[in-house]
Structure formats: structure tokens, C-alpha cells
């Protein structure tokens, strides 16, 4: 979360509810996460481009002593670090990292966290590391996960249609040996099907094809609804 998303969620926060957001985030989580949605909000991560070599050595050996070089885990440098730094920072201080330790930040991540910590600290390392890697990833757990998360998929095949989209297809394939765009097809049925086999939509994800994509989905849950409760009657 950028300074800039943070002052617009705190200011919107107060406005609409007339509270706190952080008061709003104690009292609707717990444990780990509330603790990391608390630093992102109040962080106000840093938005340079500029990446300050010294510094990325200096967090580096932060971590290493906070993590894998001691006994436990200083969950709190970990924080202050991750939720603090640009990522164009964040990319420097791993990289430095990788070559103090002889390991990667994910494979820290994976080893010294679990559960919240884990999920949130290794999404943040992939978006510092390459923002189309992380949604190849997230995409393919919303089209393989228990259930297809429909609403989240949408959401990222519109946000990134006119950023990096041909990027998160290429990483996609290569990662997991299949064109995103099959995996979608597969996972469509109807009318929706016929359109991007007949217009070849789903080789562009225009925001209106994307559209269209949310609208017979939608559809065919409420359809499905209609036919349990007509069966029920």
C-alpha cells in the first residue's frame, strides 16, 4: 500500500464511518494480520524511484540477522522493512540479500513464516520481484483453487489488461506449462465461450471482453439458483 492509497483510505474511513481506519482494523482482526494491516496503513511506503544502494545492504544484513542468522525470528524488522520501502527498494535490499545468505527472500519467507505472515509477507517479496509474476500466480489460484474465485480473477485481468497483461500470460505459461488464456476458456462455458472462440477475445482481454466474461458468469450462478430452488418447490 503506497502513502498516497493509504491517506485516501484513512480520509475516506473517516468520512463515510466517522472512525479511525486503524481503530476499525483493532477492532475487525486479530493477531498477525491485524498487525500487518496496521503497518501498511501507517507506513506510508516510500514512492521513489530512486534506489539507494547503501541502504539495500544495510537492510539486507538486517534481515539475515533478524531471520535466519538467530534464534527465532524478529518479526518486527521484517514488518518495518517490507511495509516501509518502495518496491523498486524492496527488489534492491533481496537482491543484496540473495547475495549475503546464498538464498532467496521467498525461500526466508517460506522458512522462517507461516500462516498470515507467510501469505502476506511472500505476496509482497513476488510484487517487489516482479509485480507480473505475482498475478501469474494469483491468477492461476483463482482459476485452480477449490472453486473459481470469479471476482478476483476479473479484477486482475481488468487492472492489468493495459499494464502487463502480456507479460502475466508469458510468466503464466512458462511457470505452469499452459496458456493462460485455455485455462480460462476451460473454466467458461455458454455464450461467452462462443464469443472468444469466434472474435478471439480472450488473445486481447479488452475491458469489454473482460465485461462480458462478468456478466455470463453472473448469470449462469443465477440460473443455477433459479433451477436448486424450482427443483425445491
Known amino acids: 500500500m503506497n502513502a498516497i492509497v493509504a491517506r485516501i483510505l ?11 481506519l486503524e481503530n476499525l482494523i483493532c477492532n475487525k482482526f486479530s493477531g498477525d494480520f491485524q498487525r500487518v494491516l496496521r503497518s501498511l496503513v501507517n507506513a506510508n511506503r516510500n514512492e521513489s524511484n530512486a534506489v539507494d544502494s547503501d541502504l539495500s545492504v544495510k537492510e539486507a544484513k538486517v534481515l539475515s540477522q ?19 520501502h518502495s518496491f523498486i527498494q524492496l527488489k534492491d535490499i533481496f ?47 483463482c482459476i485452480h483453487g477449490i472453486g473459481t474465485d470469479d471476482e478476483s480473477m476479473t ?18 505459461k512458462r511457470k ?21 472462440v469466434q472474435r478471439g477475445a480472450l488473445n486481447e482481454w479488452s475491458h469489454q471482453s473482460v465485461a462480458i466474461y462478468r456478466m455470463t458468469r453472473y448469470m449462469a450462478n443465477v440460473n443455477k439458483m433459479i433451477s436448486i430452488t424450482a427443483e425445491n418447490m
Open 66 to 84: 533478524s531471520g535466519v542468522k538467530m534464534i527465532g525470528t524478529d518479526e518486527d524488522e521484517f514488518l518495518r522493512i517490507l511495509c516501509s
Open 155 to 172: 479484477r486482475i485481468l481488468i487492472s492489468r489488461s493495459e499494464i502487463d497483461l502480456e507479460d502475466i500470460k508469458d510468466i503464466y
Open 10 to 20: 484513512l480520509n475516506s474511513c473517516n468520512h463515510k464511518y466517522n472512525e479511525n
Open 95 to 141: 537482491k543484496h540479500y540473495d547475495r549475503l545468505t546464498g538464498h532467496s527472500m521467498e525461500t526466508a519467507i517460506a522458512k522462517e513464516f507461516s500462516g498470515d505472515l507467510f501469505a502476506i509477507f511472500n505476496a509482497i517479496v513476488l510484487s517487489a520481484n516482479s509485480f507480473a509474476h505475482y498475478y501469474a500466480i494469483r491468477l492461476h489460484s
Open 176 to 196: 505452469y506449462s499452459r496458456k493462460l488464456t485455455d485455462d480460462i476458456a476451460n473454466d467458461t462455458s455458454g455464450d461467452y465461450k462462443k464469443i472468444t
